[in-house]
């Protein structure tokens, strides 16, 4: 109960701070805006100290091979493909924060703290949560390997990716040829 009270404490520290960071320093604070430097370091840091300390340790149980990898794609495909793209990119719309780019700065994160994401969502955000927060939440666990493998994926592979999304590659090209309009100066 005590973690979780502090949990609730940092989480409003944190926003008061992003808050006070956005009057004092008038930092775009709209939904279409890019985080700051202080708001992501703040952000980040947070959602380290809210990972249980003995899941970031936890070894993936998830086999590392080609039948799990291929599971994965398929289940990141249908949930996870809209919002961080086939290539795991993100920035497919304009959320706040953005969707990340599991391509780069997520690969920081041991496989604990990305199945946490995973798992248990990102509250004030648009992550929900997946798994069962269970250390045996199989198919989250699946997804960890198949995010550590995306800088790597196939041309192949990423178009199975890509066509087997509910949005498909059609679907997510005009939506974003129709923002591109929208913003255009």
Known sequence: MAVK???VVAALLAIGAVLASGLLLRVDSTASGE???LETALMRRLRRWLTPEQLIRTPNPAAND????RRARL???DHCAFCH???GAGGQFHFYPPAPDLRQGTQQLSDG???FAIAS????SGMPAFGDGSANDLESWELVRLIRALPQLSPQELQEIAERSPQGVRLLRERREE???LHAP
């Open 75 to 77: 289940h990141y495909a």
């Open 35 to 37: 985080p700051g430097a």
């Open 179 to 181: 923002e591109e309009f």
């Open 5 to 7: 009270s502090k949990g």
């Open 85 to 87: 793209g086939a290539d």
């Open 121 to 124: 969502g990102i509250r004030f």
């Open 66 to 69: 080609a039948a799990t990898l």
């Open 113 to 115: 703290e990305i199945y």
